[in-house]
């Protein structure tokens, strides 16, 4: 035989077997990377916007009621003591998504971008094998991106595909330019700053908002139905976020009289007349406005409830709740009238304290039925939710993982604290919580006992027996806003669009 065909033989015996041993590996790891894909649990990250955490009839809200939440919070488990580290939409948003705060990321003020670099949550997500969808708010600037959102139903004209959101829908339906049309002679108020904002919608209950995110939301959940592939869906509402306009049977399904509300400050009417402009908003000084709005408030969380019964019981239908891991939170809180302010942006309980509930899929060591009372940030969500898909946490993530909490293990290293920062800052431990106002020049620094004062009526920053423990906060807060770092790196990961 020729000694040159031989050795040809030999060499394409070698490129054949080399190849399908290449082959079989490459296969092998994908089958296995599939197999891991597939055992990872779907999530349902269920956002309201605006809801303290004591609007929830778990937390013996006199009025409220909220069946489906306390059944979520008995299957899962409900946290007490949940902040946001920045209240006020796009940097609460923010700093969910990414695990960072709001110094770090950027987004300290709705309008802002985030930094160059910062990655989200859904792109993390994503790279690891996740779809993901939206329906509803996301709040963030650029608003042309998707943010790593493969479906995206945005509330708003957000997104890739503004016209597949809701004010496309209302607009191709009734041909309205407003968001929140109301039926004339609904609103007492027309001519105030924040009460031309309440009344009852003026189209069907169908064509709500909260009606539209749901069912996009169901949409999406039955298009998941024979796919393999893990889901990822944040059906976020902005309710009960202003205006005060809801369908008839939720605006009227609270009497405004039987409604409970903070007494107004004696001098609320002279502090108000003092704001300029939308500053007026911030501010409320008429008790029946309140009652109104209030009673209005608890039948939007009301609305919500009944959604959040319908998103689970689909779950069930569906067969998928066994294997989805779901969590029920908001942005931020709202005042409703403690200290005679309306809304967020500080760092009182009202605006910055807010609900929080976790549920994992079936079956976990995770303790069901019961509350957990250590302090959670809202950037500690990131971390827990990759944790609890058997992610890795990348460096540079501010939040820590509460999976061992969640699950009734004791976390002895648990950091029990929360930091916020917008103009002013906050410090909240187990027993204090510290306000830094320097920054807003209004006021100096507040402290309270939330132990023995929850009501934070009671300043203790002036009295002189506290003062090592203001001047120790005040070096806390400057270490903490020092900690700057670099943004998440992803290996294996291309920078996202929206992060450069």
């Known amino acids: ?237 902005l309710k009960p976020h202003s205006p005060s306009v809801e369908p008839k049977r939720y605006f009227e399904k609270y009497d405004p009289a039987a409604i409970p509300v903070p007494k107004l400050p004696p001098n609320i009417k002279q502090i108000r007349a003092a704001q300029e402009g939308q500053g007026k908003r911030r501010f409320i000084d008429d008790e029946r406005m309140l009652r109104v709005m209030s009673a209005a408030y608890y039948g939007a969380i009301a609305h919500i409830d009944d959604h959040v019964g319908k998103l689970l019981a689909e779950l069930d239908r569906l067969g998928m709740a066994d294997n989805t891991l779901v969590l029920f939170t908001a942005d931020h809180g709202n005042m409703l009238g403690d200290r005679g302010r309306m809304f967020k942006g500080v760092m009182y309980e009202g605006s910055s304290h807010v609900p929080l509930i976790w549920r994992e899929p079936k079956p976990s060591p995770q303790k069901r039925g019961g509350t957990e009372a250590k302090i959670i940030e809202n950037t500690d969500l990131l971390p827990t939710i990759l944790e609890a898909a058997g992610l890795p946490v990348p460096q540079g993530i501010q939040g820590r993982s509460f999976l061992k909490l969640a699950r009734g293990a004791a976390d002895n290293t648990w950091k029990d604290l929360c930091y916020s920062q917008l103009a002013t800052a906050m410090v909240r431990t187990p027993r204090f919580k510290f306000i830094d106002q320097s920054r807003d020049l209004s006021r100096d620094f507040e402290l309270y006992d939330m132990r023995n004062d929850p009501k934070e009526e009671r300043n203790l920053a002036g009295e002189a027996k506290h003062r090592d423990a203001v001047e120790g906060f005040k070096r806390q807060l400057a270490a903490w806003r020092r900690d700057k770092p670099a943004p998440v790196r992803i290996p294996g990961m291309d920078v996202p669009d929206y992060a450069s």
């Not at 050795?7 to 054949?16: E, F, G, N, R, S």
């Not at 296969?27 to 004591?54: G, K």
């Not at 006020?88 to 969910?96: G, I, N």
């Open 1 to 237: 035989m020729n000694r040159s065909l031989v050795h040809y033989d030999i060499a394409v015996w070698c490129t054949i077997t080399c190849v399908t041993r290449r082959e079989l590996l490459l296969a092998s790891s994908a089958t296995a990377l599939s197999a891991q894909t597939q055992a990872r649990p779907n999530i349902l990250f269920i956002m309201v916007d605006e809801m303290r955490w004591d609007a929830m009839s778990s937390e013996h809200h006199p009025v409220v009621a909220t069946p489906n939440l306390d059944r979520l919070a008995k299957q899962g488990v409900r946290f007490t003591n949940a902040y946001t580290v920045a209240p006020v939409c796009s940097p609460s948003r923010a700093c969910t998504f990414t695990g960072r705060y709001a110094d770090v990321v950027g987004v300290t003020a709705n309008g802002v971008p985030a930094h160059p670099g910062e990655v989200f949550l859904p792109s993390i997500l994503k790279h690891h094998g996740y779809h993901t969808a939206i329906a509803g708010k996301l709040h963030y600037t650029p608003a042309r991106f998707s943010y790593g959102f493969d479906q995206f139903w945005s509330f708003t004209r957000e997104g890739p595909a503004p016209e597949l959101g809701y004010m496309s829908y209302l607009e191709r339906k009734h041909g309205s330019p407003r968001k929140f049309p109301i039926v004339p002679g609904t609103c007492p108020w027309p001519d105030d700053e924040l009460g031309r904002d309440v009344g009852i919608f003026k189209y069907p209950e169908e064509d709500f908002e909260t009606e539209w995110i749901t069912d996009r939301s169901l949409e999406y959940l039955r298009s998941r139905k024979e796919k393999q592939q893990p889901w990822f869906l944040f059906s976020s509402y």
